[in-house]
Antibody, heavy 118, light 111 residues
Framework: EAQLVESGGGLVEPGGSLRLSCAAS???????WIWWVRQAPGKGLVWVS?????????KLADFVKGRFTISRDNAKNTVYLHMNSLRAEDTAVYYC???????????WGQGTLVTVSS | QSALTQPPSASGSPGQSVTISCTGT?????????VSWYQQHPGKAPKLIIY???KRPSGVPDRFSGSKSGNTASLTVSGLQAEDEADYYC???????????FGTGTTVTVL
């Protein structure tokens, strides 16, 4: 069964850093775009970033540019979201998802909670 | 880039139909046939139910259908069932430096 599992979330102080991981199993993640989407408590979904199958193309939402980067290690079937200069407004559940169809994602992880607070 | 506009809530009785709108601009919904819809139950990850405006992934019941006219996309759930009670989000490709944008979300209640 194809699935994604996120890890790396937790409590971090404002200005701190975290690295989220998205591990794929049951399929070769290197064949797919991977998205990161976040959802603040009680709020809606927000697209954050994505990366091409070979990692050569990455995109970031304006509100994280200069602070977050996305990368992947296809040998480990894992995609990463590197988050720096974290702010309180970055507090959210972060989901990774597989771009299994054109311009949409068909498999989602269970999410990992990031809390930015002092 | 602002989120696409959806009504906060919609409701219907079992067996009825409900339609949710998703309004954007000519730069996103109106400019591309890359609108998708996601269903999210409380505490769960979203699930893809419609992509490329009107295509259904395998396993999604044909009670779910999508369409688009101009800058507004729509999701119709026919023959409402109790398990359809959830939040629904649209998403559109927006190109340029925006890339992808989600809707504000609609909570569907089955009366």
């Amino acid at each position: 069964e194809a699935q994604l599992v996120e890890s790396g979330g937790g409590l971090v102080e404002p200005g701190g850093s975290l690295r989220l991981s998205c591990a794929a199993s049951g399929f070769t993640s290197g064949n797919y775009w991977i998205w990161w989407v976040r959802q603040a408590p009680g709020k809606g979904l927000v697209w954050v970033s994505d990366v091409s199958p070979d990692g050569s193309e990455t995109k970031l939402a304006d509100f994280v540019k200069g602070r977050f980067t996305i990368s992947r290690d296809n040998a480990k079937n894992t995609v990463y979201l590197h988050m720096n200069s974290l702010r309180a407004e970055d507090t959210a559940v972060y989901y990774c998802a597989r771009g299994g169809v054109y311009f949409a994602v068909d498999i989602w992880g269970q999410g990992t909670l990031v809390t930015v607070s002092s | 880039q602002s989120a696409l506009t959806q009504p906060p809530s919609a409701s219907g009785s079992p067996g009825q139909s409900v339609t949710i709108s998703c309004t954007g601009t000519s730069s996103d919904v109106g400019g591309y046939n890359y609108v998708s819809w996601y269903q999210q139950h409380p505490g769960k990850a979203p699930k893809l139910i419609i992509y490329e405006v009107s295509k259904r992934p395998s396993g999604v019941p044909d009670r779910f259908s999508g369409s688009k006219s101009g800058n507004t996309a729509s999701l119709t759930v026919s023959g409402l069932q109790a398990e359809d009670e959830a939040d629904y989000y649209c998403n559109s490709y927006a190109g340029g430096n925006i890339f992808f944008v989600f809707g504000t979300g609609t909570t569907v209640t089955v009366l």
